[in-house]
Nanobody, 120 residues
Framework: QVQFVESGGGLVHSGGSLRLSCAAS????????MSWYRQAPGKERELVAS????????KYADSVTGRFTISRDNAKNTVYLQMNSLKPEDTAVYYC?????????????WGQGTQVTVSS
């Protein structure tokens, strides 16, 4: 069964840092592009960052470029999101997913997410 378990969120002051982790299971993790998404209250879920495999080409939303870094460890089936210089507008629930499953089953396989709250 495909499963994503996000962790590492919390409450930080503006300018602070957090490192999110996402443990994936139930599929061939090392073969799929992985992404982080976020959803703020009253807003649509948005793509934050993606990372391919095996080369690890990364892509970021304009709003986080230069502040966030996505990485992955295929041996641990885990994808990370290092978030620096956090801003109040980064406040959201953060989710990870495999691009393949987002494209083929967009309403399925989402984890519980991890809450990130940035105070001003």
């Amino acid at each position: 069964q495909v499963q994503f378990v996000e962790s590492g969120g919390g409450l930080v002051h503006s300018g602070g840092s957090l490192r999110l982790s996402c443990a994936a299971s139930g599929f061939a993790f090392s073969r799929f592009t992985m992404s982080w998404y976020r959803q703020a209250p009253g807003k649509e879920r948005e793509l934050v960052a993606s990372i391919t495999t095996p080369i690890g080409i990364t892509k970021y939303a304009d709003s986080v470029t230069g502040r966030f870094t996505i990485s992955r460890d295929n041996a641990k089936n885990t994808v990370y999101l290092q978030m620096n210089s956090l801003k109040p507008e980064d406040t959201a629930v953060y989710y990870c997913n495999a691009d393949y499953y987002v494209a083929t089953s967009p309403d399925d396989y989402w984890g519980q997410g991890t809450q990130v709250t940035v105070s001003s």
